[in-house]
């Protein structure tokens, strides 16, 4: 399983939502453009839109390595807007885990699918 899936999940400092609103319209943008191997970039919202997720599919971990250098420059920005964390789903390879170490996201591996 080489497939790896991404959730985000952001809480917004006050005043911060219309900021992280146009950031994530540009990380959109360059997913759409630049991305090679992102299958799924969604966001949600929570019904006052203090909090979001975003769901992430990606066919490989070079994809999310390639999708995290394509929006490198705006995630000191996008961070600047609140708090995160996450979780990764699948089987990285050892060059993702190195990059993920230390970081706010969790890695959970494969028990069991069909």
């Known amino acids: 399983m080489s497939e790896l899936q991404g959730i985000a999940r952001f809480k917004f400092d006050e005043g911060k939502l219309e900021e992280f609103k146009r950031l994530s319209a540009q990380c959109m943008e360059i997913v759409r453009t630049k991305d090679t191997g992102t299958l799924q970039y969604e ?19 070079e994809a999310l390595i390639q ?36 970081g706010p996201v969790r890695l959970f591996t494969p028990f069991q699918s069909m």
């Open 67 to 102: 999708h995290a250098a394509n929006v490198g420059d705006l995630m000191e920005a996008i961070l600047a807007t609140g708090s995160v964390s996450g979780e990764l789903l699948g089987e990285p390879s050892a060059d993702l885990q190195a990059q993920l170490a230390g």
């Open 43 to 61: 966001i949600y919202f929570n019904d006052d839109q203090s909090e979001c997720i975003v769901l992430e599919r990606y066919k490989d971990s």
